[in-house]
C-alpha cells in the first residue's frame, strides 16, 4: 500500500492478514457515526482537501479590471494512532497459535475510533469539522433518569425532527449508559426498552462508547456527510529485536448540510453545555 512501507516490516503475510482482521473487527463495531451519515470515498491519500464551491477576493489588478478569486476548501484531516507489537507474538502467529496478545492494536484500534467519533459527533472547530450533535439546529431532549421513560424522550426526539420538515427512515445512536438500560422491561413482565424503540425508529440502534448521551437523525440522507480519503489502514514505522512500531492512520473531512436533520439527545452533562449553547445563539439573533 502506497506510503504504508509495510513492505519493511518483519511481519509476513499471515502476520499482516491477523493484524488486519483483529483491526477491522474492533474497528466495525466501535466506529458509530459511520452508521449514520453519508459515506464517500475511500478517494485515496491524495485527496487533499474538499471543495465548498465558494471562492474570496484577492487584492491586485483591480486597476486593470482584472481580478483575483480563490477557491475556499477545507483540507482534509490526517488521523493517526500509533502503537507496537511484540515480535514473539507475531512469530506464534507463524507457529499457526490460536491466541495471540494483540492488546496494544486492539487499544489503538478503539482510540482511532473514538477520535473519529468525536470529531463526527461534535465537531472539531480547529480541523473546521462541523458536528452531527454541535451542529445540530434542534434543541434536543433530555435522556430520562428512569430508562423505563426513554421511548418518551426518542418519541419526543423524533417529532422535532417532524416539526422541522424532516421525514424518515430515522436511526438513533445511545452511548454505553443508555445503551445498556435498553434490556430493562417496562411494567411487570413488560417488553424491554428495546423492542418498544423498534416502533418507534426504523434501523437497529447503534452502540456508540464515544457519546455521553445519544442521538436522534434522520437517514433520507444528504444531511451530513463522511469524506474519507483513506480508510483506517495500518502501515509500518520502525523495529528492534523485540518490538515492531506500527500505526493505524486514515484521512477524512465532513460536510453538515442539513442541521434540522439531527436531535441531541442529552445526558446531564451534555445536556447543559446544549442549553448554554442554544441560549447564546438566542442572545446572538
Known sequence: MIG???DLAPISEGGWARIEQEARDVLRLHLAARRLVDFE???GWDHSAVDLGRVEPLA????SGASFRRRVVRPMIELRVVFELDRSELERIDRGAASVD???LRDAARLFAAAEDSALFDGHEEAEIPGLISGAANPGVALPADPIELPGAVGEALEQLRQAGVGGPYGMALGPAAFASLSRTVGDGGYP????LRQLIDRPVVW???LAGGIAVSLRGGDFKLICGRDA???YLSHDEKQVRLYLEGSFSAELTGPEAAV???SAKNGDERLALVEKMGRAS
Do not use: W
Open 193 to 196: 426498552v428495546m423492542k418498544h
Open 60 to 63: 491586485g489588478f483591480e486597476s
Open 41 to 43: 470515498g475511500p478517494l
Open 102 to 104: 494483540l492488546d496494544s
Open 4 to 6: 504504508l512501507n509495510r
Open 208 to 210: 456508540a462508547p464515544s
Open 264 to 266: 441531541p439527545l442529552l
Open 233 to 235: 489502514a495500518i502501515g
